[in-house]
């Protein structure tokens, strides 16, 4: 298989979407994270979204406990 076929289309007919959009924070959809939440009584502290999927949200998060 050539690189060529593994790439998108570049047509210019479809456009990347940068984010998940705020449709799918909904009830049964993403739950809504924002730089500087804490979870697990404040043991982790989210720092940045690394990235998104259909079914999910990747934070990169700060344990507090081990520093």
């Given at each position: 298989?050539?690189?060529?076929?593994l790439?998108?289309?570049?047509?210019?007919?479809?456009?990347?979407?940068?984010?998940?959009?705020?449709?799918g924070?909904?009830?049964?959809?993403?739950?809504?994270?924002?730089?500087?939440?804490?979870?697990?009584?404040?043991?982790?502290?989210?720092?940045?979204?690394?990235?998104?999927?259909?079914?999910?949200?990747?934070?990169?998060?700060?344990?507090?406990?081990?520093?």
């Amino acid at each position: 298989m050539s690189r060529a076929s593994l790439s998108p289309s570049s047509s210019g007919d479809e456009e990347e979407e940068d984010d998940e959009g705020v449709d799918g924070y909904r009830k049964g959809g993403y739950h809504a994270v924002r730089p500087g939440d804490q979870f697990s009584a404040g043991r982790y502290v989210t720092q940045r979204k690394l990235g998104w999927g259909n079914f999910s949200t990747v934070w990169l998060a700060f344990d507090v406990a081990s520093q």
